[in-house]
């Protein structure tokens, strides 16, 4: 992706220092471990390379709100977000615990707001659970509600290395065609426990936004992920498009949507022009 890199432990300093510059108020980090095996056990190691990430990051900007998020695709040498049956599907249930750990750790290192992004069935009780039992009752969840099997997430996977080494991920993230499907994840996941509830993708899902939006009264967050990104980006180098005023239009028309927070890779651009 353009103007997007993969960043060392020792660049965590200048990184939080120039982000705390531009006023941009909050992060979420992806690790890329250096082994992965079955159980993507990387995830919820207290030496893993997020929980290492995430006091580097505090130590030079306190304020700075690092978000977690916590999924075993990353971790995992066959690429899905949880463990195997010997079939090739997910085991939601075998999984659950799994990621309960992870949350617990990456809070035990310093993040400040989970967000669960793989997608189990029960996974926000499970964290929810496993926090309030070590103690982190405050620490609220952003969960990953409505989220797509999207083609749109193709760059980050490419940068995390964490393509699925066979089948996909319809499976266990929502089809596009069901739009009805998301306002059910999100009252499900807020039942569970969420604080918050993210769409995702963002550009061409606005109209989910909304639905969450006019269905509940929790912040709403909209993830504008790493295609859309490539998209827009593309089409600004190819000249095919204006830059800053096609950046600022996207992520204006997903605020419109509804989304009280976007999380995108233009946020650093963004407040470089605008604060
Ligand atoms: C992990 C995860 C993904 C993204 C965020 N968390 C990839 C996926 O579900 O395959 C995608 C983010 C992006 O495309 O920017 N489950
Ligand atoms: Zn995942």
Redesign the pocket.
């Known amino acids: 992706m353009p103007d997007q890199f993969r960043l060392g432990l020792d660049t965590l300093a200048e990184e939080a220092a120039e982000l705390k510059s531009l006023q941009v108020p909050a992060v979420m980090i992806f690790g890329l471990p250096e082994s992965k095996d079955e159980r993507g056990s990387g995830a919820w190691a207290r030496d893993g390379i997020v929980q290492q990430a995430v006091q580097r990051l505090k130590d030079a900007n306190p304020e700075l709100i690092v978000m977690g998020?916590v999924?075993l695709?990353e971790y995992t040498d066959h690429g899905h977000?949880g463990l195997l049956q010997p079939d090739g599907s997910v085991d939601n249930d075998l999984t659950l615990p799994l990621l309960a750990d992870t949350a617990v750790s990456l809070t035990e290192a310093g993040c400040d707001i989970i967000a669960p992004?793989?997608m189990m069935d029960g996974r926000v009780h499970a964290i929810r659970t496993a926090l309030d039992n070590a103690g982190f009752v405050e620490t609220p969840i952003l969960s990953y509600a409505a989220k797509f099997a999207s083609a749109?997430?193709g760059?980050?996977?490419e940068a995390a290395d964490?393509t699925p080494a066979f089948g996909d991920?319809r499976g266990y993230?929502a089809d596009p065609a069901n739009a009805r499907i998301a306002v059910d994840e999100v009252l499900t996941d807020l039942a569970e426990g969420a604080d918050m509830v993210m769409v995702k993708p963002a550009l061409p899902y606005l109209d989910i936004i909304r639905r969450v939006r006019d269905a509940v009264d929790v912040p709403v967050a909209a993830?504008n992920?790493?295609?859309e990104y490539s998209m827009l980006m593309g089409a600004i180098a190819n000249g095919w498009l204006e830059g800053p005023r096609a950046v600022d239009e996207a992520l204006l028309s997903i605020r419109r949507a509804g989304a009280d927070t976007i999380i995108t890779y233009h946020a650093k651009d963004w407040a470089r022009r605008h604060i």
């Open positions: 998020d999924c695709c977000c992004s793989d749109f997430y760059p980050f996977r964490s991920r993230q993830y992920v790493s295609g």
